[in-house]
């Protein structure tokens, strides 16, 4: 039995789509998606979020138009977005479904329900309203409006992805 280094299964690196090795040398922080739909919390983790100063502010976002929190987003036209840190990167994976969550991704760690979805206690989060919904890509862009924004009173080091895995800064 030989042991890989990397993944033998995996698209050698000539044939991968150009445009999907871009985006991987560009670093993205990652956050958690969170929405309630018919009382039942549903989460995502999601690297393609931008933050646009303004009056009101805006939030821009590419998700999965087959997961269970777009179905929640746009039934709601509610959701949260939590900045993850570097210690989070176990609960990226979770609600990324990387890894094996029994009872689901929301049994694990302290919740609180708001009126957007669910959040971590004392972490930075924003409760945003969808806007606009279309398809981009092989996602949808989720267009929303920042109706609150709810600052740790630490930062956190971002969780930040860069090639497939996680990186710290500096």
Known sequence: MTIHSTD???????????????????PAAVTLWTAF??????????S????IDGDPGRLLGV????????????????????PLGKADSQLADRFAGLLPAPGGPFADGEW?????????????????????????GWGVLVEATIARVE????PEEPLLHHR???????
């Open 63 to 82: 998700l999965d138009d087959e997961s269970e929190l777009y179905g929640a987003i746009t039934a709601g036209h509610r959701f949260a977005v939590i």
């Open 164 to 170: 497939g895995r996680y990186v710290r800064l500096g």
């Open 8 to 26: 033998p299964f995996a698209t050698p690196e000539p044939e991968r789509s150009p445009v999907r090795r871009l985006r991987g040398r560009l």
């Open 112 to 136: 609180e329900p708001t009126e957007f979805g669910p959040v971590r206690p004392g972490q930075t989060w924003a409760g945003c309203g969808l806007d606009e919904v279309r398809e981009l």
């Open 48 to 51: 393609s979020t931008v933050v």
């Open 37 to 46: 739909q018919d009382g039942r919390p549903a989460g995502l983790t999601v």
């Open 151 to 154: 600052l740790a009173l630490e």
